[in-house]
Nanobody, 128 residues
Framework: EVQLVESGGGVVQPGEFLRLSCAAS????????LNWVRQPPGSGLKWVSS????????YYSDFVKGRFTSSVDSAKNTLYLQMNNLKPEDTAVYYC?????????????????????WGEGTQVTVSS
């Protein structure tokens, strides 16, 4: 059974940074798409990034491109999201998700609610 556990959320000021981690277990060894998704207060789910473990191809939302970096440490089975120059609008619960085929390549993506596996989420608050 696939399990995803996020950590690293917190409260920071605008312009600061955070690194989220997602410990993954239960994968069979076949490539997966590892996706970060966030849910701002009072809003729906928003796609952040998709990383394909088969070749490390990464796609980013236009809202985070240039500020956020997704990466994976295969030896540690851990996905990371480095978030720099954080803005108040980045405030959200951040979810690590996985799916063998579903992912996003741009912000018009309809796939987010259908990702197969989800973590519990970690809160990120950006406030002065």
């Amino acid at each position: 059974e696939v399990q995803l556990v996020e950590s690293g959320g917190g409260v920071v000021q605008p312009g600061e940074f955070l690194r989220l981690s997602c410990a993954a277990s239960g994968f069979t060894g076949t490539p997966y798409y590892l996706n970060w998704v966030r849910q701002p207060p009072g809003s729906g789910l928003k796609w952040v990034s998709s990383l394909y473990t088969g070749d490390d191809t990464i796609y980013y939302s236009d809202f985070v491109k240039g500020r956020f970096t997704s990466s994976v440490d295969s030896a540690k089975n851990t996905l990371y999201l480095q978030m720099n120059n954080l803005k108040p609008e980045d405030t959200a619960v951040y979810y690590c998700t996985a799916d063998p085929t579903l992912h996003c390549t741009d912000d018009r993506c309809p796939n987010v609610p259908n990702f197969a596996y989800w973590g519990e989420g970690t809160q990120v608050t950006v406030s002065s």
